[in-house]
Structure formats: structure tokens, C-alpha cells
């Protein structure tokens, strides 16, 4: 399938597969049930270099493509979602925004750190009354000679008890405007920083989900990343990049269900015949891979326009809504046809339909992104009546 990748893509693709086979598959349910996730992983993924596909290899990246990460992130949500997400926040979120962002001097003192899995990052945008209006964010920073000082909480964050590196976004004047949000690398051990609790949840289990607090939190004024004032602008396309991105968890998670219910519908029989024979459970496959396929190839779309420089929020939001729509139907039907089974948490396919619910949610809900169609889809039209 996918005629279309480079040799670039297909190397990524396949050291992606090769390790989630080999590594991360086996140890995919110890994740779940010990709810960590082991740092050894992490290295590994740095030496095989999935860590900065996207960044140059001058800072210790790969140099390549949107595209690839994309692919990668599909094959490891394939083995373990928990992993997949943690990686994606690590590397796209906080690593690849890091780059495109930072200077000289922040590039070099951070991201080898963080090419190799020495050092864990995470994103700190959503607060505790900012979530999908992530630009109502209240955190504060406020310059005081060479240091900024913040105040403020963040939750929901990926990676958060995990990480040694944190981008965090804080309003950096008064109101909503264009100019009121910064952004800053803020260091684990800057005084006036604490990591609060764990949150359980309902899926990726092993990934950390934590709370941030900032009281007097102090940070060197040289890890303001790019301008202040400038973040609305980096958060607007660095979601573009991880809708694009995380889209291939949710074809990962969706193909995971697929292999798994097609070789148990060939081995489980009733009624004399292995029950992959019955037209109504060759329907659900049918359909699980049409739309796991077609998912696909909307990510890929996304990731190639952004690879390109090209406006790309439309693109990226029809792959994360219809990815998020596609792994719910998908895994649904994976249990159905798993039977009891699929009921048990002795089968796989019951974590599978419980982390397919945070494609729906992270990253701008499903809601969100039928806004955002909906909005360019009136603009486009708008500006065809304009024409002469
Ligand atoms: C497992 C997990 C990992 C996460 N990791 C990170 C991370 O690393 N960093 C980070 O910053 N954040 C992270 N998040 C936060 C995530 O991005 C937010 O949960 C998400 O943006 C939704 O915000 P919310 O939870 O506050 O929901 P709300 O914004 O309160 O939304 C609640 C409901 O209202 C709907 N809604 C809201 N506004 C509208 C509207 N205008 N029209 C119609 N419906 C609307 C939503 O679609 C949703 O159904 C994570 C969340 C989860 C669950």
C-alpha cells in the first residue's frame, strides 16, 4: 500500500515496525498493567533515531520528514498507544517545537538531550479553565530583570511526571490579543516548579498524565522561546503539526483491532465453520479496513502539505476528525467480533477500544475540528464569490 513514500518514509516506516514488533509489543501489556513506562524504551527509540525524525541532523535529528512521523507514530500506536503518545508528545511537542522555535543556543542546549531519550519533555498548553479555548490561558509570566516569573497551573499534560523539560505557554500581557501569549523552556528543577499528582484515566495507561504548578516559578530570560508575544501564532501551526501527526495514532490503534479480530475471525469456530466464513463478520472487516485505509491516507495528505510548507489546518483536521470517528467504529467492531472475549481484559482488544476514546479529545475534540472544516470550508466559499 502507499505507493507513494520516498525511501525516507519507508526507512522510518520500518524501523518504526521492526521495533514495535521486536521490543514494544511484548511489553505493551506490562505498560498498561504497571501504569509506567520503561525509560529503556525511550533510549532506544533515541539510538534508532525516531526521536527527531523531523529535526536536522546537526542537532542530533534525523532530518526528515512530517510524513515519516506520521508513519511512525502509526506503527508504534499499532504495539502500545500508551508509548505512542508519550512519544508524540516527547518528540513533536516539545522536541520539534523546541526547534522550529529557538534559537541557536537553545537548539544546541536542549535538543541533543532530548534526541537521544537522555532527557524526557512535555507540552504544557491546557489549563484547568482552558481547554479548547487554550488562548483563555490564565499562567502569567512576568519579566523582572534577566528572569521571567510565573504563576499559574496546567493540567492534562502528557509526560508530565516523566519529563526533565517542559514547553509551557503563559500570557505574558494583559488581554486576548495577538500579542498576549509566550512561550518558555522551563527546567524541572527551576525553583518555584512542582509536578503535582498522576491522573488515572481511561486509556494509554503508562503514559503519566500530570498537573503543573508554577508559584514564583523563575526562568532565565534566554528560555523564552521565539518572541514574546508570539506563541498564538507557533500554537496555531504547531497544532496543525500534531493533528497531522497524532492522526496516525488513530490508524495505528485502528489497524491493531484489524489484525488482531481478522486472525482470531479465522481461527474461532462455531457452527462448524471458522466464523471469518460469515458474510455479517466479513462486513466488519470490510469496512474496518476501508476506513482505516482511507484515514490513512488523509494523514498522509496532511503531513505532505505541511512537509511542503502549504496551509495545511483543513487537511489536518479532516484526518483527526475522521481518524478519531474511524478508531471508535473500528475498535467497537473488533470487540463485537472478539465476542466475550473481546470483553475480557485477558484480550488486547478491550485496551484497544479504551485508548481509541483520546483521539476524539487531545489535541482540539472532535467538535473543535468540525469547527475549524466548517470555518475554512465558508471562507473558501467566501472568497469564490469575491472573485471577478
Ligand atoms: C490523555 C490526554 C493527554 C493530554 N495531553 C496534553 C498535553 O500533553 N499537553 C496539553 O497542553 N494538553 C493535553 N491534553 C489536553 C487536551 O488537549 C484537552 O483535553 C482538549 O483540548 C480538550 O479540552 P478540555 O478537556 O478542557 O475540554 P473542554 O474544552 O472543556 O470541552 C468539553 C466538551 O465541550 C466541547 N466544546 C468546547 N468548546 C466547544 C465549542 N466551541 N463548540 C462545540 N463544542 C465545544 C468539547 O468538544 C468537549 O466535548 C491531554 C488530554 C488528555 C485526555
Known amino acids: 500500500m502507499l505507493s507513494f513514500l520516498t525511501e525516507e518514509n519507508q526507512a ?6 521492526e521495533f514495535a514488533s521486536s521490543k514494544l509489543r511484548p511489553a505493551a501489556q506490562e505498560i498498561e498493567q504497571s501504569g509506567r513506562l520503561p525509560a529503556e524504551l525511550f533510549r532506544e527509540l533515541g539510538r534508532l533515531g525516531l526521536l527527531g525524525l523531523a529535526v536536522p541532523q546537526d542537532y542530533g535529528g534525523s532530518g526528515g520528514s512530517f510524513l515519516s512521523c506520521a508513519l511512525a507514530m502509526e506503527e508504534l500506536s499499532r504495539a502500545s498507544a500508551a508509548l505512542a503518545l508519550s512519544y508524540g508528545a516527547h ?28 532527557w524526557i519533555g512535555a507540552f504544557a498548553l491546557t489549563e484547568p479553565e482552558a481547554g479548547s479555548d ?9 519579566r523582572r530583570g534577566d528572569r521571567y516569573i510565573l504563576n499559574g497551573s496546567k493540567t ?14 503563559a500570557r505574558t500581557q494583559r488581554g486576548s490579543g495577538r500579542g498576549a501569549l509566550s512561550l518558555f523552556i522551563v527546567e524541572r528543577d527551576f525553583p518555584g516548579f512542582a509536578v503535582g499528582k498522576d491522573i488515572p484515566k481511561l486509556g ?8 503543573l504548578h508554577f508559584s514564583d516559578c523563575e526562568a532565565p530570560a534566554e528560555n523564552l522561546l521565539g518572541e514574546e508575544g508570539g506563541a498564538l501564532a507557533y500554537m496555531r501551526r504547531g497544532l496543525d503539526m500534531e493533528r497531522a501527526v497524532f492522526s496516525g495514532m488513530a490508524v495505528g490503534i485502528g489497524q491493531a483491532a484489524l489484525d488482531y479480530s481478522l486472525s482470531y475471525a479465522m481461527r474461532r469456530r462455531q457452527f462448524k465453520r471458522p466464523i471469518s466464513s460469515f458474510q455479517l463478520i466479513q462486513e466488519m472487516l470490510a469496512q474496518m479496513a476501508t476506513e482505516i485505509e482511507a484515514a490513512r ?20 483536521s479532516f484526518a483527526k476528525l475522521f481518524g478519531a470517528q474511524m478508531v471508535l467504529r473500528a475498535t467497537q467492531w473488533a470487540v463485537q467480533i472478539l465476542g466475550g472475549y473481546g470483553f475480557t481484559r485477558e484480550c488486547p482488544v478491550e485496551r484497544f477500544y479504551r485508548d481509541a476514546a483520546l483521539s ?15 470555518g ?13
Open 12 to 17: 522510518a516506516r520500518d524501523t518504526a515496525r
Open 91 to 118: 518528540a513533536f511537542l516539545c522536541a520539534h517545537n523546541l526547534y522550529a522555535r529557538g534559537g541557536e543556543a537553545q537548539r544546541r542546549k536542549y535538543l541533543p538531550k532530548l534526541m537521544s531519550g537522555e
Open 134 to 142: 487554550a488562548a483563555a490561558l490564565k499562567t502569567r509570566a512576568v
Open 156 to 169: 492534562f499534560i502528557t509526560n508530565g511526571s516523566a519529563a526533565q523539560i517542559f514547553l509551557v505557554f
Open 204 to 211: 494509554t495507561c503508562g503514559s503519566p498524565l500530570s498537573e
Open 297 to 316: 491516507l488523509l494523514t498522509c495528505q496532511a503531513a505532505w502539505r505541511l512537509d511542503r510548507n502549504m496551509e495545511a489546518s483543513k487537511c489536518a
Open 360 to 374: 476524539g479529545i487531545g489535541g482540539g475534540t472532535s467538535q473543535i475540528q468540525t469547527l475549524i472544516i466548517a
Open 376 to 388: 475554512e470550508l465558508i471562507k473558501e466559499a467566501l472568497r469564490e464569490t469575491k472573485k471577478p
